[in-house]
């Protein structure tokens, strides 16, 4: 038995027999005809192209789209246009041609200043590969039994045929968090570890593995690997019960899908989605040499709007940069695309390409419920911007007699620089999503491209969480939803500590939706059940207020925990619980008392009433002293309170 430490692109838990996706051999063919040389190539690439397309067509949701963009790779003259020219000038044989056109643009990819042009080198690779082995005449390898894949490298193309049913693992030497085999393993729920030459190499095909966390084991004894099988077997039952659907039970939380187009429709009409938090318009013009028309466009948008009928469909405007490429825009090449022209700033420098999506968007709201999202919004003038083009476009299609919408228009908050303005923002914006991917990268100041810094990339780390609810406070103090679109929204650590901060809606990929929404279900259940086993008495008669009514954000979102808010009869102020008085504020206007079982009441009586200065109000009791429920602490003049033009709220705040 071996164990390794590995790097973890996907973590999980996983069981199988290895099995080795090994290069065959390579040596130049005898050159035909460069006619038949050619027409090798394009029977060879033909056969590639079905491959994918078939996969394409099994898969669902985010999968397929990367399996489509590896076909469109496939016509990129700097690859298989190289290899056609290789055959003609220089007399190649077809195979040799493809090797040598797939290396080319590998050196090109390599030596690119951009993480993510370097990374779609695993894509060429693979895709060279999958044409060397058809013009070898191999037959695809197929799982026949559950096996985790072991390969120097791997390609979407490599994986195309494969039995994703009998995937269990990936295993690679080089590899990346955010590659597309990255994303695919993630969408399929297997892990995928990388990063290590000498576990790659001391593994031999039938091998039995153990992939747990970051750690992999080679070839474990009888009694560990049984076990192992045993664990995965009861978590995988766990699993698909989670995924089940809660019984038709609604939750206060929407959960929404994430999806790249039109081709995810009927995943996400199965999914049990509450609507399309996020429609990713980008991909519609990625790998393609041309942007796509207006007609095109609103196509695209009309038919997921149809499908959803009165389901919300908000649809970002193209996040072209960074890492989402668009060669024929042509973008002058940065240092750092992630700081650079990326998101809004490429749509406002390039007015009618964004006049055109607009246009369609506007087309398409007369057809659904449709919404605009806005990316990487820093400033207050780039809504006013957008919002200017919006009712131009209107006008203009109004003068042509098209039928147009104007929908509601929202922000992404992805910057630290939109969470400190979000109050703001809130007043030109129906609705705020975050993007914790990015709002992690820009906060942390770590690229989340960035290799070997996986350590300090960290999610969940408590900055966000407070990102995230000074966001929501903002949203909610302005009456309008917050939602999460990133990844965070699928993390299952962080599903209770977003229900607490307040958050309306979690959008996730289609995949997700089932076991996230099963996992919301709980969790709301499970705090509302605390909440009834943790109560106190009220301090006072009157009207009860709940929590996200109550005229003070820090308040109504939760920020200092549960409480209620009572629009006090009379100014008798009583003791909610058994405990000590731990604090009396300098203003008389908040006690604190701590009962038997360790934890706080706050009672806050008036709002904004500090500049008062604490007179009108008389305090019974003091700071160590006992009370018991029912007991009168505090004597409140609500006429004086009034009479300075304040509310006279009494707020009961339960602490940890």
Known sequence: MKEYILKTAQSGFAVGEAFLLKDGGSGSDSPKAAGDES????????????ELASAAEKAKGENAGIYKAEIMMLEDPNFIGEAHALIEKEGLDAKTAVERA????????????SAYLRQRTDDVKGLTDGLLRILRGEKQKGLSSPSVLIADELSPAELSGLDDSLLRGIVTVKGAPSSHVSILAGNLGIPYLYGSVEAVASI?????????GEKLTVNPDDEAFQAAAQRYDAMAKMEREEKKPASGEKSRTRVCANITGPQDIEALLASGAEGVGLFRTEFLFMDRETAPTEEEQFQAYRSVAEAMGEKQVVIRTMDIGSDKKAEWLKLPPEKNPALGCRGLRVSLGNESLFRTQLRALLRAAVCGNISIMLPMVISLWEVDAVRQLIEKVAAELTAEKVPCKIPPLGVMIETPAAVMIAEELADKAAFFSIGTNDLTQYTLALDREAQGLERYYNPCHEAIFRMIETTVEAGHKKKIPTAICGELAANPAAIRRLIQAGIDELSVSVSKVEEIRSRVVETEKSLLEEEETDTVASPVDGQLVPMQD???????????????????????????????????????????????????????????????????????????????????????????????????????????
């Open 39 to 50: 027409a090798r190539l394009d029977s060879a690439v033909s056969s590639l192209r079905q």
């Open 102 to 113: 797939g290396r080319s643009v590998i050196e090109e990819l390599s030596a690119s200043g």
């Open 204 to 212: 031999r095909s039938g091998d039995r593995l153990i992939l747990d």
């Open 550 to 656: 109550i005229p003070d954000p820090a308040f109504s979102s939760g920020t200092l925990g549960r409480c209620f808010g009572i629009l006090p009869d009379n100014g008798s102020i009583f003791a909610p619980c058994s405990g000590t008085i731990s604090e009396i504020a300098e203003t008389k206007h908040a006690v604190t008392i701590s009962d038997e079982t360790g934890k706080s009441v706050l009672i806050h009586v008036g709002i904004d009433t500090v500049s008062l200065g604490g007179k009108p109000y008389t305090i019974y009791g003091k700071v160590g002293e006992r009370v018991k429920e029912g007991q009168k602490i505090m004597e409140a003049d609500l006429d004086m309170i009034r009479s300075a033009g304040l509310s006279p709220m009494v707020i009961v705040v339960r602490c940890a």
